[in-house]
């Protein structure tokens, strides 16, 4: 007998087997039961969440030959030639191969007889929306007054391509992905009545790749049970699948909070030895980097399977300042998205963790905070400079994060004419009278270095320096009636 894949193997049969989708199931067991049956469902969701595999069990439930119900028998003869695909009265049909017109009206024309064999003639048209304009139309009329024996179960992944007129004739029930843990758990399931060794961090890696999709993860675990030689340990998965080893995580993460950049580039060297996939290198390290803010956030937050590894990551947030976490994550995710923009996907990865090496989040004060935890808040003061050197520095930044300073001074940059040539005051910058060449740029540079131009000292506010006389402006020779500034 030929190998039957995982996916079609543990394929649910009736809706107690089905994991997750509680929602859905809860609606279609209470129409069931209390025959309250709709003539069009319509299930949407993305690939391997269990919407053909929740059509067929519906279609099963109606035609079992023990009557309707939400616990068909499975050994009658309907129920099993359900499930062995070879129902007469399930038509099944894929909808992006029969987009044409003329394939819809085929369809329909056998709609008006009875059921051959069945209670009910089903229509499963799985991938709806690959139906032209065309087919839609003609299957409005029959798909909003069928006859009694005639039920209809759409199935699609992009429910926005359907006209609204379908949309309003069927009921709608939307699946959602599977929680990574229901994955995991129903992966470990499977591997044990298949008596196949594996580790759970193995099985947890799978169903982190298999990003929602059952289907998915059971054709990945089939691939890992092929490379393993019918083992699913974790070292084979995460090489099959390019992802980080916890290991390379903590030395990458620990050498960040040291500021060891030869550090960080010795560990992108020992990773790339395992060709890895550099955008699964950039999930891992972002996911690293969210646990990490959670344990640090929420102190008490329950453990996950991994004890191990979440001692491991609290120990190393103990080292960063919330601020930094949060700035971390930012960078891992965007650089995963502009990846396939850098010349090379290592060089991207290792640029990615230079950003990270290179930036600080603004503190309070202006300036880049210092790595590690993060100090206790000074007192307010109210320093007119320390104001203008904020202000600066927030002026500068990008993205809410500056680079950290080449040297301790403050960052402004104050342009003076030379100290020789420049008076305390346009008054006493010699006759007023020829004082055209004195312009309004140098008279800006007199007022932001001494309170010039109105004959202003240095420790007056510049904002007082509208309310001076305008005299001084009037025999200097300048149209304005005010200063420039």
């Known amino acids: 007998m030929s190998y039957l894949v995982l996916a079609r193997k543990w394929r649910p049969r009736t809706f107690d087997e089905m994991v997750g989708q509680e929602h859905v199931r809860r609606a279609l067991v209470n129409a069931l039961d209390s025959g309250r049956i709709h003539h069009a469902f319509l299930f949407t969701g993305t690939r391997g969440v269990g919407k053909t595999t929740i059509a067929r069990i519906f279609a099963k439930s109606l035609n079992c030959e023990r009557g309707v119900s939400s616990k068909p028998c499975g050994e009658c003869g309907a129920c ?14 894929d909808a992006a191969s029969r987009t044409k017109v003329d394939d819809t009206r085929e369809l329909l024309d056998n709609v008006q007889y009875a059921p051959a064999r069945g209670r009910y003639k089903v229509y499963l048209i799985d991938e709806v929306h690959m139906l032209s304009t065309h087919s839609f139309n003609a299957l409005l009329k029959t798909l909003e007054e069928p006859p009694p024996h005639v039920k209809f179960l759409l199935a699609t992944t992009d429910p926005q391509k359907l006209p609204m007129t379908v949309l309003s004739r069927c009921l709608q029930f939307h699946l959602r992905r599977l929680p990574l843990a229901l994955i995991q758990e129903r992966l470990a399931q499977i591997a044990q009545a298949e008596k196949v060794e594996f580790e759970p961090a193995a099985l947890k890696a799978v169903a982190r790749g298999a990003d929602g999709s059952m289907r998915d993860a059971l054709s990945l675990l089939d691939q890992v049970l092929a490379f393993g030689g019918g083992r699913a340990l974790e070292a084979e998965v995460r090489s099959l699948l390019g992802t980080l080893d916890r290991r390379h995580v903590e030395a990458i993460v620990t050498a960040l909070a040291e500021g060891d950049g030869m550090a960080l580039m010795q560990s992108v060297a020992r990773l790339d030895e395992r060709a890895p996939d550099y955008h699964q290198a950039l999930g891992e390290l972002s996911a690293a980097i969210q646990r990490m803010a959670l344990l640090q956030a929420l102190p008490d937050l329950p453990a996950s399977e991994d004890e191990e590894e979440d001692a491991a990551l609290a120990a190393l947030a103990g080292r960063f300042a919330p601020e ?10 965007t650089s995963r998205r502009d990846l396939d923009y850098a010349p090379d996907a290592r060089a991207g990865f290792e640029m990615a963790l230079l950003r990270m090496l290179a930036f600080r989040p603004e503190s309070a004060a202006g300036g880049p905070a210092p790595p590690g935890p993060a100090p206790k808040p000074a007192a307010r003061t109210s320093a007119a400079p320390a104001a203008r050197r904020a202000s600066s520095s927030r002026s500068a930044t990008r993205e809410g994060y500056t680079a950290r300073p080449w040297s301790s001074g403050p960052a402004s940059i104050a342009i003076s004419p030379p100290a020789t040539s420049r008076p305390t005051s346009c008054a006493a910058a010699g006759s007023l009278a020829s004082a055209s060449s004195h312009d309004a740029k140098v008279c800006r540079s007199h007022a ?38």
């Open 448 to 485: 932001a270095a001494d309170g010039c131009c109105h004959g202003l000292s240095s420790s007056s506010s510049p904002l007082s320096a509208s309310n001076a006389s305008n005299s001084v402006w009037a025999a200097g020779g300048f149209s304005a009636s005010r200063c420039p500034r």
């Open 80 to 93: 099993r030639d359900i499930d062995a695909g070879r129902f007469v009265d399930l038509l099944e049909v």
């Open 324 to 333: 930094d976490l949060q700035l971390l994550y930012q960078i891992a995710i």
